[in-house]
């Protein structure tokens, strides 16, 4: 299949995974009570070999969870240890604990719950647009360097090329931030973008509902 994208079409597909990006931004402030925001919102398109070159290696807490309909891939989310405890704390009413070197079991349930609520609201709103369903498994929580985690996603496309969309969200002030990876299987999603209706407003159906 070739890869050729109707420019309009790409357009919309990049608008589509800024709002995506929104969306965790809007659930992620749900659950702090503070204000988030998306800082930073990119598509990337890297050599297989140079995608932990990209992510780093500092040490970091990862809640991956796979695709398993078109475009297949995974959605990672990462972010320091001790904002990762704050945020489990918070979703735990207050129950984490302070110390970042390792993490309970419920604070790792506490992790992949956010990991799930947050996934479910990106890949609904890409599922609207591209007017299919996209279903997922379960979040898996990993604490390490960042190249590892990487590595224990595995599943990796046999295609030298990867199609990374990097977004970096905030929390009010600074205090708490996460970085969302979403690792698309490159054909599969071309296919996807290839159906795109050009009236499709992303907007609204990539809206984000209250978790509440």
Do not use: C
Request: hydrophobic letters at 40%.
């Amino acid at each position: 299949m070739g890869l050729q994208v109707d420019v309009r079409k790409l357009d919309l597909f990049n608008q589509m995974a800024k709002e995506g990006s929104e969306t965790v931004a809007d659930h992620l402030g749900q659950l702090t009570g503070l204000d988030a925001s998306v800082h930073t919102s990119q598509i990337n398109f890297l050599d297989i070999d140079d995608v932990t070159t990209h992510i780093g290696g500092e040490r970091q807490v990862g809640i991956y969870v796979e695709l398993n309909e078109p475009p297949y891939g995974y959605v990672l989310f990462m972010l320091d240890p001790a904002d990762s405890k704050r945020l489990a704390g918070a979703m735990m009413g207050g129950m984490g604990g302070d110390d970042d070197e390792g993490f309970s079991e419920m604070e790792r349930s506490a992790m992949q719950e956010i990991g799930n609520i947050m996934t479910s609201g990106f890949i609904d709103g890409w599922a609207n647009v591209l007017d299919t369903t996209i279903d997922m498994g379960t979040p898996t929580f990993v604490l390490g360097p960042a190249s590892n985690i990487i590595e224990k996603m595995g599943g990796w496309p046999d295609s030298e090329l990867v199609f990374v969309i990097d977004s970096q969200i905030t929390v009010e002030g600074g205090d708490l931030g996460m970085t969302v990876y979403t690792f698309p299987e490159l054909e599969d999603l071309v296919e996807l973008i290839q159906g795109i209706d050009l009236d499709t407003d992303v907007v609204a159906d990539t809206q984000a509902d209250d978790l509440v």
